[in-house]
């Protein structure tokens, strides 16, 4: 059939969350488009999947400009960082393996610590993930749980004070610190 699957990440969001804040919001800016068959949705945890099937016939590329052009309504109401995407251009058999990522107890990293659920997410996304994308017909490898590593900045405004600093002076040093700049020519 033709479907277009419409999936947005809420990263910390709840399964009813995201129902009530995204799911809802994709399903209501879909509706009363011509040529709906049928939609479904799921709401997991930081994932919602909504996928609309269309007439027999019905040309992809349309119903996925149909599609794209209520999805920019939606946006607008979601909340903000939070953006709905259009799946890949794939048949309804598009989603076809579901795996979980484990550590055998008592295994430890290279650093010595035991793996959690972080050191697993890393795992997935910086290991796994890359490699069965080069699988041949595999166009998309979703990520669902564990936890994405994280850097956080917890200023002592007492100390910035000591050195005469501001919370500006500590972004702007921040900024500095990651700047990416591409290699040229000598």
Not at 25 to 31: G, H, R, Y
Not at 172 to 179: D, F, G, M, V
Request: aromatic content about 8%; hydrophobic content about 40%; glycine content about 8%.
């Amino acid at each position: 059939n033709v479907q277009v699957q419409i999936n947005t990440e809420a990263p910390g969001y709840s399964p009813l969350e995201v129902e009530q804040r995204i799911t809802y919001l994709v399903e209501l800016a879909i509706t009363g488009l011509p040529h709906v068959e049928s939609t479904r949705s799921v709401s997991r945890y930081a994932l919602s999947q909504v996928t609309v099937v269309f007439e027999k016939g019905t040309d992809i590329y349309f119903a996925r400009n149909l599609i794209n052009e209520r999805l920019q309504q939606a946006k607008s109401e979601m909340p903000s960082g939070i953006g709905p995407v259009m799946g890949p251009v794939a048949t309804g058999l598009g989603e076809i393996f579901h795996y979980a990522v484990h550590a055998k107890p008592g295994t430890l990293q290279e650093n010595g610590e035991p793996y959690d659920a972080t050191a697993l997410r890393t795992l997935q996304d910086w290991v796994i993930r890359p490699q069965l994308r080069l699988v041949p017909g595999v166009t998309e490898v979703n990520t669902i749980g564990g936890f994405e590593k994280q850097f956080h900045i917890t200023p002592e405004p007492s100390r910035l004070l000591a050195y005469q600093l501001s919370f500006d002076d500590l972004v702007a040093a921040l900024e500095k610190n990651n700047a990416n700049i591409g290699a040229g020519y000598i």
